[in-house]
């Protein structure tokens, strides 16, 4: 199975902060990779896939990596923002997901 | 608007099958991938399998022997069968569409709420 391995776990931040979470997988997955957003007791959300933010996913969100390395960037912090976040590969099957990086208000 | 609603039971002995249905409105079960989800504090969100419209389906090698997924098109439903549970199997079970298969890449693109099923006597 691919590891899909997230850091940090957590992070405190305040609103109007950027924030990085690094996503890396135990092998190359091209660009195979999506990214979600979990709130308390709510299914996750895909806010990216396919190379692509979804529909109504704000502009301060931004993505890059390719192969082994991916970061998900929240630029201007907003306090809708606070959430978990989990990358997710579908290179190859099983579809893994990383353990989750909690964006915290500081 | 397309919904997804998991349905069934929310206890389950230990040993027993574990039976969860996904009933999808507002979406053609044609020409997307439908798969189950499971999400634990120990193991995190792990992916259980999916099912196409058309009946075939993949499974994650860690559950393959005891996962079932099927599919009813008439009634916009799948089903997930888990057998022999055991605490371990205790999670939030979510049912999720994936994208269409014209889509290079897959992803769930929208899950259910989820629904608790806890493995206990």
């Known amino acids: 199975d691919i590891q899909m391995t997230q850091s940090p776990s957590s992070l405190s931040a305040s609103v109007g902060d950027t924030v990085t979470i690094t996503c890396r997988a135990s092998q190359r997955i091209s660009s195979y990779l999506n990214w979600y957003q979990q709130k308390p007791g709510k299914a996750p959300i895909l806010i990216y896939a396919?190379?692509s933010f979804q529909s109504g996913v704000p502009s301060r969100f931004s993505a890059s990596g390719a192969g082994t390395g991916f970061t998900l960037t929240i630029s201007s912090l907003q306090s809708e923002d606070f959430a978990t976040y989990y990358c997710?590969?579908?290179?190859?099957?099983?579809?893994?997901f990383g353990q989750g990086s909690k964006v915290e208000l500081k | 608007q397309v919904q997804l609603q998991e349905s069934g039971p929310g206890l389950v002995k230990p040993s027993e099958t574990l039976s969860l249905t996904c009933t999808v409105s507002?979406?053609?079960?044609?020409?997307?991938?439908w798969s189950w989800i499971r999400q634990s504090p120990g193991k995190g969100l792990e992916w259980i399998g999916y099912i196409y419209y058309t009946g075939s389906t993949s499974y994650n090698p860690s559950l393959k022997s005891r996962v079932t997924i099927s599919v009813d098109t008439s009634k916009n439903q799948f089903s997930l069968n888990l057998t022999s549970v055991t605490a371990a199997d205790t999670a939030v079970f979510y049912c999720?569409?994936?994208?269409?298969?014209?889509?290079?890449?897959?992803?769930?693109?929208?899950w259910g709420q989820g629904t608790l099923v806890t493995v206990s006597s």
């Open positions: 507002g979406s053609s079960m044609s020409p997307y991938y």
């Open positions: 999720a569409r994936g994208a269409p298969t014209s889509s290079w890449s897959q992803y769930f693109q929208l």
């Open positions: 396919a190379s």
């Open positions: 997710q590969q579908s290179y190859t099957i099983p579809w893994t």
